[in-house]
């Protein structure tokens, strides 16, 4: 066998990213993300997350109750979730703006997720952000000073935009925003939401964002009223080489209720499996509509039998269970076991022995 630098540089890398996985696994760290061409990696692999949002934060409004390291833990456990979404209310009643209690909401559900080795995004979740851009850029810089330094976290600057102009209105708020967290944090994923509700991602898509890096844009879709019209959408913004990241979607109507739409759902899993689109599904609160998770009075503090599930809330459950980490080119499985890592490694050490040997 003969093998010039490139093929030793090849083994190494393997070698030293084998090693940096060990490292995570023993910490019990997340792998970073990334954004290369028009996928989120995983620890530079394409992979997926699939995980839950919680309900609006806003205090009076009920779903509040959930916002508990509890009911992240559960979700960890019982329904392998990788990933949450802490939905802060800002400009609505009983939101941010008007009660500062929804940060300490916030706060306890990032904390739970690093706890639980999960991804967690952090939300603006406003249909107005673009009125309130001074308070988004001071609540994400302390986001940033305070989380900045873990894989953990995710920034979700807009969670869904009106039908306003995405040049004149919504990309120059991004930017400003952007730009306040990369002054402190200068590789966490960012996301960033698009006109008409986050679904005009190929209008973003066709003037992107440039001059930072790791950026996605938000596309939210509910499979009873959104269907192919929205994946080729979808499909044109990914052609044009922008990351996409599903914040938000739902199994029924646009409205949050109805029946749940197992067809259509079925069609968007398949679609965001084959693009490595990672996502999270609306909502874990116990309201009584389609799109809850929980029957009403279910418990706060997870613990939820199949008794206490919507059909949605099973439904869902199914999918995030079944969901990997990392797809099939990568490492299928959402926690990376010691004898996983130790049988790389020592596949690595056999391509470095290979292009040693005369």
Known sequence: MTCEKPCFRGAFAALAASLWLLSAAAQGAVAPLSTHGNKVLI??????VSGNSFFWSNSGWGGERFYNAQAVAWLKKDWNAGIVRAAMGVDAPGGYLA????????????????????YVIIDWHSHHAEQYRAQAVAFFQDMARTYGHRNNVIYEIYNEPLDVSWADTLKPYAEAV????????????????TPHWSQDVDVAAADP???????????????????????????????????????EWGTVNANGDGAVAEGETAAWMAFLKANHISNVNWSITD??????????????????????????????????????????DGWPRRRLRMSTIADRGAADHAVIAAAQAP
């Open 287 to 328: 309201k009584a509509e389609g799109a809850a998770a929980l029957v009403p009075g279910a418990s706060a503090a997870g613990g939820w039998t199949d008794a206490q599930l919507t059909a949605s809330g099973a439904h869902v459950r199914t999918i995030v269970r079944s969901w990997p980490a990392l797809d099939a």
């Open 209 to 247: 964002i440039t001059g930072y890096a790791n950026i996605a844009y938000a596309l939210h879709f509910y499979a009873g009223t959104h269907g192919q019209a929205l994946r080729d959408k979808a499909q044109v913004a990914l052609d044009k080489g922008v990351p996409l990241f599903v914040t």
């Open 43 to 48: 620890g530079g692999q394409p992979g997926s």
């Open 99 to 118: 009660d500062a209690s929804n940060k300490q909401r916030v706060v306890t559900l990032v904390d739970a997720a690093i706890a639980n080795d999960m």
């Open 178 to 193: 952007i730009a306040a967290i990369r002054a402190i944090d200068p590789d966490n994923l960012i996301v960033v939401g």
